[in-house]
């Protein structure tokens, strides 16, 4: 498993010389923030950085009107409203989105009034939403109050996998900034957030023994399924479509989002066509997107196994629907100016993908209090993107429900981000057939950071309620009750084969599951193209007021570590009838899902 090098946008061009003059401000006008966490393990702290050394310091501008953004992002996406599927055009986000005048001028004059120039300061983001600055870090110092000092991040678990050479960020533990903006400040980047590097949520190979009994969930498929998920089985089960929908212009994309130097190879993907898709032209492709510079070089040796998975399960699952692979430069940044990016590019662009599937997160355990803010930043970003009716997929994790995780408390449950965003829809894992069962390893639980969207909670109560009258543990006082419950919903994620630098191999993990599911959404939304009706754009209202679009599953459970492992024990949630957080509402039934959506 690859492991990003962790590393901050520096600039080590000279720039414009920048004084900073002016008195500083008294401590009395002042709110400093602290780390209030120890600094996550894996992060050493080095020499000091050289005091010349240039730093860019991003700053995130309140939104004029978050509020009615959400608003509006409900009225679009909730069944029955008057707004449904009337998804928001650019500008009507921006007026949203983007800070307001105050805000923007406040502190525009703060930096002014420390010297630095108008013309060092860029707005960026797609709805101007940051303000960013290179200055040296010894002045970087004086105007925050910080100290920021060098760490190296080192991962013992994939040291050995170190691609980028040794990772390592600024970061200080305290900064300070004038008390009357505190108001108009989202974030301050880089500042006291430590974010361990991410994960493609991709695992090796798994064999589920195989399942007799037949009670009918998704639909039958053939007995060869249970140990090799390939895309037939996935028309079988779920009913998707073998032949494309009628041609459209615009037509339905699917988007699949690369991070951490993984590349789509189109000679992996030949073959597999070959293999798993005879009834397609082989030389069926995808459109190499970049972003921040992003690249996707061809060549033996290059593919990576989470980018050639998400390829094949889109572009040989979703017959006839054109594949965006979104490739996202900048691996020097974190993950979060990752998300960032990938999230201005859906805002910005002017032919967006319908539907966007990413399986790179990170458990929120080893996220703190000190990184809630970039968490909202993020989430926030990607509300925008919804809004303009974009579906956003996320692979729900591969840690199960999370426990043993945390030292401190190893009976502690919890789940994963970007999926714990409540403007996402997290997909979760299952395994075998007749009948499907949770997969172990499906990532959800309850969110740290984000309270429980109101679409949710009728289902929590009600899954609650049937486990406390079960014969499974309550998990009670183990897990946040108030916090956003992910999966949403689920789609096969064992024995599912790929090709890979010319070899078959079999994956395991919700890797799987997003992009399966965002096959069969980019179906939906081809067809409702078709008839000239609104794409699905921001799923979960949808989702959750159509239960009977997808197939319950009821057995299995999600600890998160296989069966009978010795190092752990806790049972996660079992998958229980209606909705659970170990597969959401189950699996997707196509012809249901279009008839909820009025095909
Ligand atoms: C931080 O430390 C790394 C590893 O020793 C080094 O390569 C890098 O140049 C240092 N960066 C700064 C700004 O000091
Ligand atoms: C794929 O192959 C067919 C038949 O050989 C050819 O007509 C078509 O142009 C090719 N398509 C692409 C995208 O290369
Ligand atoms: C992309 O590359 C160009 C040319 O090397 C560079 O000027 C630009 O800053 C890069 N953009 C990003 C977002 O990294
Ligand atoms: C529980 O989640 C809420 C957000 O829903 C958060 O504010 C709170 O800090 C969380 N509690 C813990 C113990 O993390
Ligand atoms: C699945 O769950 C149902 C209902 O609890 C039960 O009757 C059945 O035996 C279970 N099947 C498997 C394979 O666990």
Known sequence: MPTMRLLLPLVFSSVLPLVLCGPSPSSASLFKRTRKTPIPSGFTKLNPPPSNTMMEVRIGLKAADRAGLERRLYAASTPGSAEYRQWLEKEEIKSYAAPSVDTRSAVSSWLHSQGIAETAITIAGAWDEYLSFSLPVSKANLLLNADYNNYTYHDSETSSSLKQGESWALHTLSYSLPAELKEHITTLHPGISFIPPLKPKISGFHSRSKMTEKT???NPAPESCATEVAPHCLQDLYGIPSTPAPATQPPSVIGVTG?????????????????????????????????????????P?????????????????????????????????????????????????????????????????????????LLHEVCDAFMAVTARGI?????????????????????????????????????????????????????????????RPSYQDTVVSSYLSSLSSSSFPSNEGLYNLT????????????????????????QLGTSCSSPIFASLIAGVNARLIADGKGVLGFLNPFIYSNPQAFFDIVNGSNPGFPPNDPDCVTTGWPAL?????ATGFGTPDFNALSTAAGL
């Not at 050639?308 to 993950?335: H, K, M, R, W």
């Open 216 to 218: 009918r969930r998704a």
């Open 259 to 299: 991070l951490h130097s993984q590349w789509a190879q189109e000679a992996d993907l030949q073959q597999f066509l070959t293999k798993y898709r005879p009834d397609l032209p082989s030389n069926t492709s995808f459109r190499l997107v970049s972003v921040a510079n992003g690249t996707n070089p061809q060549g």
């Open 301 to 373: 040796g290059l593919g990576g196994s989470e980018a050639n998975l998400d390829v094949q399960y889109t572009v040989g699952v979703a017959t006839g629907t054109p594949v965006d692979f979104i490739s996202v430069g900048d691996i020097f940044e974190s993950f979060f100016d990752g998300l960032l990016d990938l999230a201005e590019y859906l805002s910005a662009t002017d032919e967006p993908p319908q539907v966007v599937t990413t399986s790179y997160g990170l458990t929120e355990v080893f996220l703190s209090e000190d990184t809630a803010d």
């Open 391 to 451: 579906s956003l997929l996320v692979s729900s994790g591969d840690d199960g429900a999370a426990g043993c995780i945390d030292e401190t408390n190893p009976q502690r449950l919890f789940t994963e981000f970007p999926g714990s965003c409540p403007y996402v829809t997290s997909v979760g894992s299952v395994g075998g057939i007749m009948p499907e069962v949770a997969s172990y390893f499906s990532g959800g639980g309850f969110s740290n950071f984000f309270t």
């Open 483 to 506: 916090g956003r419950a992910t999966p949403d919903i689920s789609a096969q994620g064992e024995n599912v084969p790929i090709i890979t630098n010319g070899r078959e191999a079999m």
């Open 577 to 581: 009838e209606g909705w659970d957080p």
